[in-house]
Nanobody, 117 residues
Framework: QVQLQESGPGLVKPSQTLSLTCTVS??????????WSWIRQPPGKGLEWMGA???????YYSPSLTARTSISRDTILNQFTLQLSSVTPEDTAVYYC?????????WGQGTQVTVSS
């Protein structure tokens, strides 16, 4: 059974960088083209795919976020991380990690991140 767990600060100040980690269990992380994604849901809005990383380190980003987003993979720790720079209150959302690129078979429970001074 694959499990994902997000972790990171729940409050970030405007203009700072949001950093979240997703810890994976139940997946060996050795298959190259397995995709690990970050997805968010702002209050009252739908899900937004932010980007993904493969086990062998290839990254893919949403065009609307590519300038501010960096996703990396650590196959030794079996984690992947999200960094979103220059955050504004519009980046307030529940952030999810998930396995997949367009279809997701395993999700983390989500973590609330609020951008506020």
């Amino acid at each position: 059974q694959v499990q994902l767990q997000e972790s990171g600060p729940g409050l970030v100040k405007p203009s700072q960088t949001l950093s979240l980690t997703c810890t994976v269990s139940g997946d060996s992380g050795t298959t190259n083209y397995v995709y690990w994604s970050w997805i968010r849901q702002p209050p009252g809005k739908g899900l937004e795919w932010m980007g993904a990383v493969t086990n062998n380190g290839y990254t893919y980003y949403s065009p609307s976020l590519t300038a501010r987003t960096s996703i990396s993979r650590d196959t030794i720790l079996n984690q992947f991380t999200l960094q979103l720079s220059s955050v504004t209150p519009e980046d307030t959302a529940v952030y999810y990690c998930a396995r997949g690129l367009r279809v997701f078979d395993y999700w983390g429970q989500g973590t609330q991140v609020t951008v506020s001074s």
